[in-house]
């Protein structure tokens, strides 16, 4: 029988209708960009409610999609981690009243985990044991990764996210919310070697990112120190885009370096690559590059499951072949998650 996914980590209000067999039977995502993109950022409250408002009507489409209600439904899936508290709490709560209301049992999904199963949905071939890499507007963490479940954390960064930086920097050329893709977008038209920017840590061993350094230079490259109002600055389109591309290459460069250095440190046969940023057609091509020199494959995750969704909630499915199922005591971890 299928089983609904619900997703409401950060600011998209998500549901999915998945049968037995990983196929998609229905599916909805209500994002909130229009309301977060006057502020530059997720507002958490903001989100919260917001999710409130959607998650019903969400839900609904979705079922409505697969032409099937609640009782014909075998389990209720909800991401309860990691993730702003206001906004899980309400995919939480919602998945925790319908599976009472049903008699459906509940499992509880990982959404950094749930990112990088989305790279198994697209093949039809197994891609664990892997490495697994999450680039995403609160993550840049790289796994090793024996199974769907089972995924040891090798580092991640030690301040912003990879998808956060280019969201500030989106914000910074006044290219408004969420800014990478914007910033991808008007990369293509840039020089990547017009500025120099740090790449930082890439030569640290281990698997350590940090993102802040980056940031902050190319906030001195778009204004003097003391400028606190980038409304009113004057940078031609074309001095925007090497912007855009040197700010991408560096973070691209970083990424590439860390994660095939972790598939040949670990012998890796597969890299699996999921999260917002895994969007990003220079990473993208970037890493294709890297596998094809080094000879490991690469999955990543399709366009349209990179950023947040509940179709990845299908690794729900792995859980209950475990017979791993939350109870009605279900909480939420907001906090950042390895
Ligand atoms: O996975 P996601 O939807 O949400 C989180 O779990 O954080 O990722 C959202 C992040 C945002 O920071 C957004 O700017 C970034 O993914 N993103 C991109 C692209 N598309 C989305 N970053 C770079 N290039 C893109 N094409
Ligand atoms: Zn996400």
């Known amino acids: 029988m299928?089983?609904?996914?619900?997703?409401?980590?950060?600011?998209?209000?998500?549901?999915?209708?998945i049968s037995d067999s990983g196929e998609v039977l229905g599916e909805c995502v209500a994002t909130q960009e229009a309301l977060h993109e006057r502020f530059g950022g997720v507002v958490p409250e903001v989100a919260a409610r917001a999710h409130v408002e959607r998650i019903l009507p969400v839900i609904d489409t979705a079922l409505t999609q697969a032409g099937l209600t609640g009782d014909q439904l075998d389990a209720v899936a909800v991401a309860d981690r990691p993730g702003l508290a206001g906004s899980l709490l309400v995919g939480v709560v919602a998945a925790k009243t319908l599976a009472v209301a049903w008699h459906k049992p509940l499992v509880a999904v990982n959404h950094l985990h749930a990112h990088l199963?989305?790279?198994?949905?697209?093949?039809?071939f197994p891609v664990y044991?892997?490495?697994?890499?999450?680039?995403?507007?609160?993550?840049?963490?790289?796994?090793?990764?024996?199974?769907p479940l089972d995924l040891e954390y090798l580092g991640g960064t030690i301040d912003d996210a990879a998808g956060e930086a280019f969201d500030k920097v989106g914000a910074m050329l006044?290219?408004?919310?969420?800014?990478?893709?914007?910033?991808s977008r008007l990369a293509v038209q840039g020089d990547p070697k017009a500025y120099d920017y740090p790449r930082s840590m890439i030569r640290e061993p281990g698997y350590r990112f940090s993102f802040s350094g980056l940031k902050t230079a190319v906030r001195y490259s778009i204004a003097e120190p003391g400028v606190r109002d980038f409304s009113d600055i004057d940078l031609s389109e074309q001095a925007k885009a090497d912007i855009c591309a040197s700010f991408q290459a560096a973070v691209v460069d970083v990424l590439v370096a860390k994660s095939r250095r972790a598939v040949d440190q670990y012998d890796a046969k597969y890299l699996i690559v999921g999260g917002g940023?895994?969007?990003?057609?220079?990473?993208?091509?970037?890493?294709?590059?890297a596998a094809d020199e080094d000879g490991f494959q690469l999955v990543i995750a399709p366009m349209k499951l990179c950023?947040?969704?509940?179709?990845?909630?299908?690794?729900?499915?792995?859980?209950?072949?475990r017979d791993e199922y939350a109870g009605l005591d279900l909480d939420i971890t907001s906090g950042l998650q390895r």
């Open 307 to 321: 950023t947040d969704n509940a179709v990845m909630g299908a690794i729900a499915l792995e859980k209950m072949k």
């Open 117 to 124: 199963y989305a790279c198994q949905l697209s093949v039809d």
């Open 129 to 147: 044991p892997c490495i697994g890499l999450v680039v995403s507007g609160g993550h840049t963490s790289l796994y090793r990764c024996q199974s």
């Open 174 to 183: 006044q290219l408004g919310f969420p800014g990478g893709p914007a910033v």
């Open 277 to 289: 940023v895994a969007a990003n057609p220079a990473l993208r091509q970037a890493l294709q590059v």
């Open 2 to 17: 299928p089983i609904l996914t619900i997703e409401s980590t950060c600011d998209e209000t998500a549901a999915a209708v």
